[in-house]
């Protein structure tokens, strides 16, 4: 990913080899950088394994200092592992679910503002998307694992441990505090949109204009600004088919913007002949039982990305097309199958020609260099 001609200015710290030819490796298996109709675009690709991820920035090789403002974003993304993170006992989050229950307790203001505006969408979807649901992942066994059907008590321990309405949130001390023991607030349908967020800011801040795409895992991304080489274009990303990733849906078109993808096809388990995904309904306990195969949203940010797409999955098109209504600048492609049909539907909502392109109506020459696939939860 380093590219050849390229100078490689000081920074913060060394650029580490993981992070050119660990990337270098996974490109292989992945698509090839971002195509437009004159050609491949001109940029570096640095990355790295984060949040249980593969967390890639992607900048044009004419910005000065590139190579060390990518490795500056990355750094960014693995400080927010180490704090957001409920896998490390000493992790920022860890220590409030362990003692938010004692008294109101400290935390750092990003971290406050994220959880501020998780409960505010949480409200928006009607408890769709709940950030104090960890105590259901971990009943199903998808935090720490096995994966299994909880017994009827221990479903109804989790639900009672489940929901924002357990967070008090004092804005004039920016403290937290749970109104009872067990409480556990995950930050895994938000969290990546957050660090992805964060990064982009290292970008904006560059002395130099600077476009990129940021994506984590490819469910998670944001676009700034045009590719290199395409002024006033936007960054192409191809959204997929979730049971068959090699198929091409159509294209969706991004500047400015966050994208969050949402499905259970990768991540599920299957118990008494019925397939049980990660995606937890907070409002039942359970997953649901149909679904679409993924939901896609577009939104100013990638943190409200990530967790609306988790949330629409939820409610189904309908009801996110109600919500929808009072918010034009988000937008959501759902992705269904139905058994007789050998090819998925895509429902777009709040989206115009130029933010999508089905497949049957533009098929590029050469296949965008990232594309939508389901994660999330």
């Known amino acids: 990913m380093k590219p050849d001609g390229v100078e ?3 920074s913060r710290r060394s650029v580490s080899r993981r992070d050119l030819f660990r990337s270098r490796d996974r490109d292989r298996a992945l698509p090839p950088a971002p195509a437009s109709a004159r050609g491949s675009y001109s940029v570096i690709n640095a990355g790295r394994a984060l949040m249980g991820s593969f967390f890639e920035v992607r900048v044009g ?6 190579v060390d403002l990518a490795t500056r974003a990355l750094d960014v993304v693995e400080e927010l592992e180490a704090q957001l993170t409920v896998y490390r006992d000493d992790s920022e989050i860890s220590r409030l679910n362990a003692t938010a229950h004692l008294g109101p307790v400290a935390v750092e203001a990003g971290l406050f503002g994220l959880l501020a505006r998780s409960l505010e969408i949480g409200r928006q979807t009607g408890g769709a998307y709940d950030v104090a649901a960890g105590a259901l992942s971990a009943a199903w066994g998808f935090t ?5 059907v909880p017994d009827p008590e221990t479903l109804a321990d989790a639900r009672a441990r489940t929901g924002g309405h357990h967070l008090t949130l004092d804005p004039g001390r920016r403290t937290v ?6 409480v556990v607030v995950n930050l895994g349908s938000i969290g990546k949109g957050y660090a992805i967020d964060r990064a982009v800011d290292v970008v904006r801040a560059h002395w130099w204009p600077t476009a990129t795409l940021i994506h984590g895992g ?4 944001f676009a700034l600004g045009s590719p290199p080489d395409d002024f006033g274009g936007r960054w192409p990303v191809a959204l997929r088919d979730p049971s068959d990733p090699e198929t091409p849906l159509g294209t969706i078109h991004l500047r400015n913007r966050g994208m969050g993808t949402s499905g259970a096809e990768f991540q599920r388990f299957e118990a008494g002949g019925r397939a049980f995904g990660h995606i937890i309904d907070p409002r039942t306990g359970e997953p649901p039982a149909d679904g679409p195969g993924s939901v896609t949203v577009l939104a100013p940010t990638a943190a409200e990305a990530d967790a609306l797409s988790t949330a629409f999955f939820l409610l189904g098109p309908e009801r996110a097309a109600s919500l929808l209504a009072g918010r034009p600048d988000v937008g959501a492609l759902f992705v269904t199958r139905h058994d007789a049909e050998a090819r998925p539907r895509v429902a777009a909502y709040n989206l115009t020609d130029a933010d999508y392109t089905p497949a049957r109506r533009h098929r590029p020459t050469s296949p965008p260099g990232t594309f939508a696939r389901p994660g999330g939860g």
């Open 61 to 66: 090789t004419g910005v000065p200092g590139a």
């Open 144 to 148: 720490r694992g096995p994966r299994r």
């Open 218 to 221: 490819r469910s998670s991304l």
């Open 177 to 182: 505090a749970f109104d009872r023991p067990g």
């Open 8 to 10: 490689h200015g000081p």
